[in-house]
């Protein structure tokens, strides 16, 4: 399976970061207990929630109470130890420029995630693409993706750390002639 999917039915929201995060009581996540997301089924719904999950709650806005136990239960691969450090050092560069206390959260990412799409798709691994939109100096508008895989491993999907540890390996310019390619994430009803 690749390209397009269907986004389940009768999703609610939840706040990550400043990020509207969908929720399927059907595809997960089904624990959302101490700023964690985990328990999402082995769909292509559930593997494109967790990748969105995963992804922001690794993100060093969400603080260290949520991404240091994120990344030390639900990030494999082998560059997850030097993922793990450039979340640190990033969260530590943040909070002292924002002159914030140890252990506090950074405030809202700033960026949208507007669509998603599916490279490849397999019950036990998928790779997909996250479309985020920020703003440029100017202010218009300026999309990337970024290329998210995940593997199915001891009942749930599991997020595999970026090359070196760094997003930016895997992110590339998105021009706007090609958002269409994306399925874009649900309005809020």
Do not use: C
Not at 65 to 84: H, K, L, M, N, Y
Not at 140 to 169: E, F, H, N, Y
């Amino acid at each position: 399976m690749s390209g397009q999917f269907t986004w389940p039915t009768h999703l609610t929201r939840v706040s990550v970061a400043g990020l509207d995060l969908p929720v399927s009581s059907v595809a997960g996540p089904h624990d959302l207990a101490n700023g964690r997301a985990r328990g999402f089924r082995q769909t292509p719904p559930g593997a494109v929630l967790a990748a969105l999950h995963l992804l922001v709650r690794t993100s060093p806005h969400v603080g260290p109470s949520v991404w240091e136990p994120t990344i030390e239960e639900q990030v494999v691969g082998p560059d997850a130890a030097e993922f793990r450090e450039v979340v640190r050092l990033g969260y530590e560069i943040a909070r002292e420029e924002q002159q914030l206390p140890s252990g506090a959260a950074l405030g809202p990412i700033p960026a949208t995630i507007r669509g998603v799409r599916i490279d490849a798709y397999s019950t036990r691994a998928v790779s997909l693409r996250v479309l985020v939109e920020t703003d440029r100096a100017d202010g218009t508008p300026a999309w990337a993706a970024a290329v998210v895989q995940l593997v199915w491993s001891d009942g749930d999907w599991r997020l595999i750390a970026p090359p070196k540890g760094d997003w930016a390996a895997v992110r590339v310019p998105v021009p706007a002639f090609v958002l269409g390619d994306y399925v874009p994430l649900p309005r809020r009803s």
